[in-house]
């Protein structure tokens, strides 16, 4: 879907552009953006491995885990209907706790974990249980103490000061955390929003 999106807009750059007799500044414009995304995505390599050395760091020093530790008694009361031994409660605290460090690509592999053994106490896999959605909410508005990729942003674009985004972002997250959550809660107590309960003659196509 998104590479549909992509390719719409493209295509109607383009026309546009020959409506308008501007075709050749479309063109510069490409050569221009392909040179700038290049500099710039050279310019990221050092940053960027500097702050995913040093979250490195921080995760085999135990820092994640510890966070994780702290963390497990508030997903037990956001997370009530997940058995509490069940493997799901580990890889959603992981999850959170790396995504707290900014450990991009350490998080996404984690969340899909979770989800997928989130998937297994689902008893209708073609519907998202509450659980899902509240994880879905808390993982893409998870709060982040260094955000390592938008530091490495700012430095490649020659910012004077690189780390002056993180009490803004802690504070941002923070806010985008507690809408979420509080929002899929009161949303699940409404009637429009509550799953029906769900009967495997349904699946199957009931009794023969």
């Given at each position: 879907m998104i590479?549909?999106?992509?390719?719409?807009?493209?295509?109607?750059?383009i026309v546009i552009s020959m409506f308008n007799g501007n075709v050749q500044v479309v063109t510069d414009s490409v050569i221009s953006s392909s040179k700038t995304a290049v500099e710039i995505s050279i310019g990221l390599i050092g940053i960027m491995a500097f702050w995913l050395g040093l979250m490195r760091v921080a995760e085999e020093a135990g820092l994640v885990k510890a966070l994780g530790r702290g963390l497990r008694p508030i997903m037990r009361r956001l997370f009530p209907e997940i058995p509490e031994d069940h493997p799901?409660?580990?890889?959603?605290?992981?999850?959170?706790?790396?995504?707290?460090?900014?450990?991009?690509?350490?998080?996404?592999?984690?969340?899909?974990?979770?989800?997928q053994e989130l998937q297994e106490l689902n008893d209708n896999k073609e519907?998202?249980?509450?659980?899902?959605?509240?994880?879905?909410?808390?993982?893409?508005?998870?709060?982040?103490?260094?955000?390592?990729?938008?530091?490495?942003y700012r430095a490649a674009a020659n910012s004077g000061n690189v780390t002056e985004i993180i009490a803004p972002t802690i504070i941002a997250t923070a806010i985008s955390t507690v809408v979420a959550i509080t929002t899929c809660k009161v949303l699940q107590k409404?009637?429009?929003?509550?799953?029906?309960?769900?009967?495997?003659?349904?699946?199957t196509g009931g009794d023969r």
């Open positions: 590479n549909a999106i992509w390719l719409g807009l493209i295509l109607i750059g799901a409660v580990g890889s959603i605290v992981a999850n959170v706790a790396a995504n707290f460090f900014g450990l991009g690509n350490a998080a996404t592999p984690l969340g899909i974990k979770a989800m519907e998202a249980t509450d659980a899902m959605v509240l994880f879905l909410a808390i993982n893409t508005s998870s709060v982040t103490l260094i955000s390592s990729s938008v530091i490495a409404l009637p429009s929003f509550k799953r029906e309960p769900f009967s495997k003659s349904e699946s």
